[in-house]
């Protein structure tokens, strides 16, 4: 976990927060939360993977440093239990709260704040590189290929185990169905080129299977 801790600190100064073990210490505080015992996608694993598609198309966003805070804090509060945005908009505060601690600039933390609640639902404005990045890497486990998607599924399914068979098959449904209609998938032509086809194909299925 050094090495994860690393990046959040690269990423932390990148953006302007001064050097401080305080940035080790937050690092370890957002690292504890992945680990939660109630997750079984939304994990560590979960965090990196989205890291290490920021990392690779960095040079699509204007601030990548931000993407990667966000990354950080755009599960950060989990709870399989909540309603509606409540995940977000707590991981949203959350973020806000940590970051202001760190000393980051103002004009960055609600920039973060901003980006972490775009994966409520994943729609960004034209134009919009770090959102669309940010959501991109969050989706692109749909793009995996079938045996993978199907173990992500899977998790999300051990994620709501509390919820019945019945309800938890419409539930995620809805979910597909809202994936299935965003304007685009993927919002950054690269991305969208590479996955998209894939994604749709992954969603159709297990839609399929639900119903």
Do not use: K
Not at 8 to 32: F, H, K, N, Q, T
Not at 73 to 89: I, K, L, M, S
Not at 113 to 135: E, I, K, M, P
């Amino acid at each position: 976990m050094t090495e994860l801790i690393d990046r959040w600190r690269s990423a932390a100064r990148d953006a302007g927060a001064p050097d401080s073990p305080a940035l080790a210490g937050a690092g370890e505080e957002l690292l504890a939360r992945w680990r939660e015992p109630q997750r079984r996608y939304h994990t560590v694993r979960h965090l990196t993977a989205v890291l290490d598609v920021v990392d690779a198309y960095a040079e699509l966003a204007d601030r990548p440093d931000l993407v990667r805070l966000a990354a950080w804090c755009h599960d950060a509060v989990y709870d399989p239990r909540a309603t509606g945005e409540a995940n977000e908009r707590d991981s949203a505060a959350l973020a806000g709260a940590l970051l202001a601690g760190l000393r980051l600039p103002a004009a960055a933390v609600a920039e973060v704040r901003r980006l972490v609640l775009l994966t409520a639902g994943h729609a960004t404005a034209a134009g919009d590189r770090d959102g669309g990045l940010l959501c991109d890497a969050d989706l692109a486990v749909l793009a995996a290929p079938p045996a993978e998607y199907d173990a992500y599924a899977a998790a999300i399914r051990g994620e709501y185990a509390h919820v019945p068979e019945p309800d938890f098959r419409a539930a995620r449904a809805r979910v597909l169905d809202a994936l299935l209609a965003l304007p685009a998938l993927y919002r950054l032509p690269p991305l969208a080129a590479r996955w998209t086809d894939r994604a749709r194909a992954n969603l159709t299925r297990e839609l399929t299977a639900l119903r």
